[in-house]
């Protein structure tokens, strides 16, 4: 295939937008649409529309979830139990399949952001990267020597369990687990908490204490666990820099040198492809089922 | 080397006992010894004295940690800052190499064990494995697609945080976190709460309650992080089966079908090669390192 002009489809599938994009071999994008996320019907049409003018080889789909994974499943390629009701037991993979006879690649919006910034941007060359987004939602993705981590299905990182803040009154958001980190500490725990969006709060507001303190309790926990080499900040909350520096001084104090990390601005970084990651990651899914490198 | 007879090298290296065992190519167990864990010099002579028998072709060492594990590192192959004061910054790995010329692997005592139970026992066929284990201590390794799962370093599962049991007035023995799980759920603790060892303390006792809803805190986390296909659970204190069915009831309550797990008989289970996992990892890994396919 060297030389060969090679053309990936991505879609970046959320739970409020769709980004569709077309790239090349080196992953670069040269087209790239988004609207919003209406009825299966009506945003499909739209995916349709955008790639039935290229001549794709592969695509990457990294759709918001929970989704079904297991290939030997019935309703593998499925999206499964999201409170979008329209888009409950919609057969993702299955629509564009029956539309597009190529290799098409299938994971979660938060696994190819990992990917692309595993393999293309902040994690380059590394062998262990976990990427958190917190944002309308919060979740995680862990790339372990290039490979999506998966098992049993996706992971769900954004619902652990965290010890509340003995002054943070809020009960959480999370219609599963009340107060888990993302019932805790997304986006809309702060318009819940103090009526205003999180950009129209000052720093000094004790809402940051405790979204720094649930995201370090977490970042613990993940480090822990997973070991990872770095771990890349992405979504709309991060985008405020004296939180993720917050962020960093709690994670530092919980860890106390127990376990060694690399420079803590080395470790905690925020996304170096910036909106991109996930459309990246969407080509790099497509190129390696083409190749069938994935599974 | 098909046909020709392989003679692997294995150290499951405790904190309070030593085992050192040779096997063939089939990672059986043809000689084993075991000591207690005294001094290093001590304690590597009689492992000298063992190996020194035979024409080995390669040796598997899992530590007691935390280990130095970054072959870049200056302290590669070191057990690290343990509170066994003999052992602190002792050159393991360069011991073991500076008397055998022949290829050596290096991992954690739970790493091991989880490879054991991963590659030959209860994890047989599947990608992505925990093993966990409960005893003097609390430890987790996870085999992700046949390797052991490292990043930074190896994990540190047993010190994540867990919420503390409301009617739980005990306040944790971990030296560097107090009530994180080791210190609130490792074998020690029912000794430090109620004077006796758990052998002796029928299932009536409230302190199960503690144990097995803390242990299933910390599954729920492992699941929702690493999304294992199977979780095993080894250590003396899960050879109370009265505890794991309690352990595996509150994980099933926790999740409550958030996320789709295998049958909770299947997802969770004891090691099937026995107190033999490690070695049998040992084995697996001096395998690998002959072969080279270990980085």
Redesign the interface.
Known sequence: MEGEFVLYGAIEAGGTKFVCAVGDRNFEVTQKVSFPTRTPEETMNKVYEFFNRYNLKSIGIGSFG?IDLIPESSTYGYI?NTPKDRWKNFDFLGSLKAKYDIPIGWSTDVNIAALGEAIKGAGKG???ILYLTVGTGIG?GAI??G?I?????????G?????PHPDDKFEGLCP??SNCLEGMASGPTIEARLGKKGKEICNTNVVWVYLADYIA?AL???T??????KIILGGGVMKNMYLVEQIKNKLKEKL?D?????PINQ?ITTPNQGDDCGIIGGFILADRVLKKVCR
Do not use: A, C
Not at 149 to 157: F, K, N, Q, S
Not at 224 to 229: A, D, E, F, G, T
């Open positions: 929970p499964k590394l062998d262990n995680g372990i020597k490979n981590l998966e098992g049993v299905g996706h992971p769900e990182m619902h652990i369990m965290i010890k599963f687990h309790q613990f926990n993940y822990l666990i997973l070991s990872p080499n106390d127990y376990i060694t990390i690399p470790y």
